[in-house]
C-alpha cells in the first residue's frame, strides 16, 4: 500500500519495528503503543493505513483512534473485515473506514490480480481507493463487511483448511517425502505446492483467516462432514451415492467448469514442463 500510495503521489510515512527495505519515510515503533514521534505525522495525515495482522490493527486503532478524529478516512488490510469495521465505527463514527484486501501474497504483483474494497456504506474515500487500485491494474470488487467476511470464509477459510488438513495428514503418514514427491501425479504435485507456499508465508495470516472469522467455523464444519460422507460412501459400497454427488457438483459448477477446467491443463502442463522439460500431458 505504502508504494502504491506514493507512485499517485501521496507523501507517505512507514511506522514498522524495522526499517522498510525501500526509499520511504519511516517511524521506527511498535503501532500498538503510543509513540511520540508517530503520533505527530499521525497528526499531519490525511488517512492512516493499517497493514496489519488482525490482532496488532485492532490494537493499533483503539490506540490511536483520539488522535484519527481529524483523518478523512482509515483503511485496514485485514483478511476479516468485520471486527475492525466495527471498532472503527465505535471509535471514530465519524471518519470513512475502507478495507483492502488483495486476494493475493503480497509479495507478487498486483497487476491483473484480484482485490475486494470492503465498506460498511459507499463513501467518496472507499472510491478513490477503488479508483486507485483499478489504476495499478487490479481487478476490484466492492462489498460490506459482513458479505466479504462470508464470502472470505468460502474463498480463503475453506481452501486454506482444505490445504492444512492434507499437510497434517501427509505429515503424520511419516512417509519418505523425496520418493512421494519423485512418483506424485499432477494432483498430488498441485496439493503440495500448494502446502508449500502455505509453509513460505507468516503462519499468523492462515491462523487469523481461521480464528478471526466467524463464518470459518462454519466452513470447517462442513469439510468434515464431507469427508465423513465420503468415508461412510466407501465403507458401505455405496457406489451410486458417490456418482450421485458428483452429478450434483458439476450441475452446481456448470457455469465455471470450462474455465477451471482449462485452468486445471495449465497447472499440471506447467508441472510437467517444469519436472521434465516440456512434454504433453495427460490429467489423470
Known sequence: MATLLASEGHSVTV?????????VDYVISDVRYLDRALTEKIKAASG????????????????YAPLLTSVDVVVNTCSVQVPFH???????????????NPMFSPKLACHGRPVVVCEPAQSQAGAMISALLARQGMQVSQMNPDDHDNNMALCQALPHAAILSFLTALVNQG???????QIAPPPMKTLLS??????????????????????????RDGLMASLSGLNSQVESDDYSAFVAQLVDAREHLKEILPQSEQEAAC???????LNTGGQDEHSR
Open 15 to 23: 511506522a514498522d519495528q524495522v526499517a522498510p527495505a525501500y526509499p
Open 267 to 273: 497447472i499440471f502442463q506447467t508441472l510437467m514442463t
Open 86 to 100: 466495527q471498532i472503527a465505527a465505535d471509535c471514530l463514527p465519524s471518519v470513512s473506514s475502507v478495507g483492502v
Open 48 to 63: 492512516v493505513v493499517f497493514a496489519l495482522p488482525e490482532s496488532a490493527a485492532a490494537a493499533s486503532l483503539m490506540t
Open 194 to 219: 500448494l502446502a508449500a507456499r502455505i509453509l513460505a508465508n507468516e503462519p499468523e495470516t492462515y491462523w487469523d483467516i481461521q480464528a478471526c472469522n466467524q463464518a470459518a467455523a462454519k466452513q
Open 175 to 181: 512417509c519418505d517425502i523425496k520418493v512421494i514427491y
